[in-house]
């Protein structure tokens, strides 16, 4: 008998492990041009005080108009909720390690907030490679530290909110995601150049590869509203019972 490392041993086949989240769908063209006009016909949610403390500085910092260099800077921002979801998740299962099912209701949650973190250092990967393209220049103090410094002022947010109330949490993240949604929904309609700039596919392999790079920002634009669904749906049911 051999398995399935076609090694010639007696050894019993184990069940295939599950996979892991797959991350958000990927569209093709037809369903990415109806993504953009529904976010277009959707008004933005009505951001909290937390949020707009973070939408403020970054429009005055990075300018209102959506650019490769601000999109970088949000997506360097983007995964922190995640991360902070992940540490509690950690956390708790550290706490109900003698609750097997507890705990691995939390564990699922830890596996999604971590293909959700994936999902964003894709996309900031992405951004910065779009951003070298276009010959683009980033300063230290604009593109390290102050992402830094509101990456900083995120986590903690963040992670203390899910401590008092994990639905402000995943509140604020969704406000997050639907602005992000809108911001690069609303650059490519306002670039339709870019329709006809053929997507590099720097991280094809990894993300996908689209015709355009219009149709590259769709699709971020429309993993940004998974990923706001998603926390609106955790809202209903912050803590894992
Ligand atoms: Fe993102
Ligand atoms: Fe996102």
Redesign the pocket.
């Known amino acids: 008998m051999t398995d399935r490392m076609g090694n010639g041993t007696g050894t019993a086949l184990l069940d295939d492990r599950p996979a892991a989240p797959a991350g958000p769908p990927r569209l093709d063209r037809d369903a990415l041009l109806r993504a953009q006009h529904e976010t277009l016909a959707t008004p933005r949610m009505a951001y909290g005080l937390l949020a707009r403390m973070m939408f403020k500085p970054v429009d005055l910092l990075y300018g209102k108009e959506g650019s490769y260099t601000k999109f970088a800077m949000l997506?360097t921002i983007?995964?922190v909720p995640y991360q902070a979801w992940e540490r509690m998740g950690y956390w708790a299962v550290h706490r109900h390690a003698g609750r097997s099912a507890l705990a691995r209701r939390v564990f699922e949650r830890i596996v999604e907030a971590r293909a959700?973190q994936d999902?964003?250092q894709w996309?900031l990967l992405i951004m910065q490679d779009l951003v070298q393209r276009a010959g683009q220049r980033q300063s230290l103090l604009l593109h390290k530290v102050a992402p830094w410094l509101i990456a900083f002022f995120y986590y903690h947010v963040s992670w203390m909110l899910f401590l008092v109330r994990p639905d402000w949490s995943y509140r604020l993240?969704a406000e997050?995601?639907d602005h992000?949604?809108h911001e690069y929904m609303e650059f490519v309609a306002a670039h339709p150049e870019l329709d006809h700039l053929p997507d590099p596919g720097t991280y094809g392999a990894e993300y996908g590869r689209h015709r355009s790079v219009a149709d590259l920002l769709r699709q971020?634009g429309h993993?940004?509203r998974?990923?706001?669904l998603d926390s609106l749906e955790r809202m209903r049911e912050p803590r894992v019972r």
């Open positions: 997506e983007a995964r959700d999902n964003e996309h993240n997050f995601e992000a949604e971020i993993d940004e998974t990923h706001k």
